[in-house]
């Protein structure tokens, strides 16, 4: 084995998993966060980390270099943003396994910015939405510039920050003049002030001629925490102004959809882009939840969203129970088509096993209990070298498995 794929999933690598793995000389690790233990990779002579987890595609963003180095900007263990886009970098960054230094260094190019598809709507003879699509995943510095297309030069135009969702710049304009041309073009600065422009497009406020519902979507990319989640929502007004909006949360066992203000519980978020977190709910419990917007005439609701909390404490006198690690043993090492397992923890009575191959592909999914009791998992899997990720919820062990 000369190469190694870990991927996003993979939370930690445990004590010496790649001992005297000499013939590795390319480590590729796509989680920022993960915990590598002190042997993990002894005596891996040959080792060198890839540029990796990058999205070196895309317009404006790399998503993690640990030490990033051009024209005397330097950054440490974050994200970087924001970028120009048709601008080559120089980069450089070094990770230290122990006993075992790499440097790397390159360079990539981001992509060129695109603003296609620019349109309107005349929401009502005041007010327009506009949209055009882009490949620009910048988190600020977007928006609009607009004017009536009669304006001189001198009059400086005006501009509204507006954010990308699902590839899409949109935005709303109010307080226009009936019965007038403006024009609009989107938008990009970047962290180093250069700024970026699309196309002009032109609009007429008398076109308005039908109402516009708010736009609204609920996301499925919502992130658990024990028993709070993160949840995400889009909201673009229509031709009446928006009073509030949020997104409503309920247990499933009460009721498929919630008809009654006791059923229902509410967070409120604001923006085009919302986001917010929803705290204290019941561990091991199913929701739903869904994005809203209430207008004069009414609230308008994104589709329904599920999802279950964490496995929690089996008791108060017991919180301290959730610092204790999982622990996760393979009763022999390499296997043939067996692979016996003891795991245990306090989270959960079963825990989840991911499979997967060196080049992080998933082979196998599947529970096992946590019981502190040997327990067999039928392998489905051809001969080779595999990583093995068991999660309890709360915390997450790999191991490597031979197969046979």
């Not at 709303?172 to 970026?196: C, E, H, I, Q």
Request: hydrophobic fraction near 35%.
């Amino acid at each position: 084995m000369t190469e190694l794929n870990i991927p996003q999933s993979v939370t930690s690598i445990e004590n010496k998993a790649f001992y005297n793995c000499k013939d590795l000389n390319l480590l590729s690790i796509h989680n920022k966060d993960i915990l590598i233990a002190e042997n993990a990779f002894k005596y891996c002579q040959g080792l060198a980390i890839a540029n990796s987890p990058t999205s070196l595609a895309l317009t404006t963003k790399t998503s993690f270099i640990p030490y990033f180095y051009d024209n005397n900007s330097y950054y440490n263990n974050g994200d970087i943003t924001n970028l120009d886009p048709s601008t080559t970098y120089d980069y450089s960054y070094g990770l230290i396994i122990y006993d075992n230094y790499c440097e790397i260094k390159g360079w990539y190019t981001t992509s060129e910015l695109t603003w296609v598809n620019g349109r309107f709507d005349a929401t009502s003879t005041s007010s327009a939405r506009l949209i055009v699509e882009t490949n620009c995943d910048a988190t600020a510095g977007t928006g609009y510039e607009w004017r009536r297309i009669d304006a001189p030069d001198i009059i400086a135009s005006s501009k509204v920050s507006c954010p990308v969702v699902d590839g899409m710049l949109v935005g709303t304009l109010r307080n226009l003049n009936p019965d007038v041309y403006y024009k609009f073009r989107p938008y990009y600065t970047s962290a180093s002030g250069n700024t970026y422009y699309g196309d002009w497009v032109g609009f007429y406020t008398a076109d308005a001629n039908v109402y516009f519902e708010p736009e609204v979507r609920t996301y499925r990319d919502y992130s658990i925490s024990q028993n709070s989640v993160k949840v995400k929502g889009y909201a673009l007004e229509g031709t009446d102004v928006i009073i509030s909006q949020g997104f409503e949360y309920w247990e499933t066992g009460n009721s498929i959809t919630p008809l009654s203000t006791e059923d229902r519980k509410i967070v409120t978020s604001t923006g085009i882009a919302m986001s917010a977190t929803i705290s204290d709910l019941e561990y091991d419990t199913t929701y739903k939840y869904r994005a809203f917007v209430t207008t004069a005439k009414g609230t308008v609701y994104g589709e329904e969203v599920e999802f279950t909390t964490d496995c929690g404490p089996t008791g108060i006198e017991n919180i301290e129970i959730k610092s204790n690690e999982l622990s996760v043993v393979l009763r022999e090492n390499p296997v043939t088509n067996t692979a016996w397992i003891k795991a245990i923890g306090n989270a959960c009575n079963v825990i989840q096993y991911t499979i997967t191959s060196m080049s992080g592909s998933i082979v196998e999914t599947g529970n096992v209990a946590l019981d502190g009791e040997w327990n067999a998992i039928e392998l489905n899997c051809n001969s080779g070298i595999y990583l093995m990720t068991v999660s309890d919820g709360l915390q997450a062990k790999t191991l490597r498995l031979i197969v046979r």
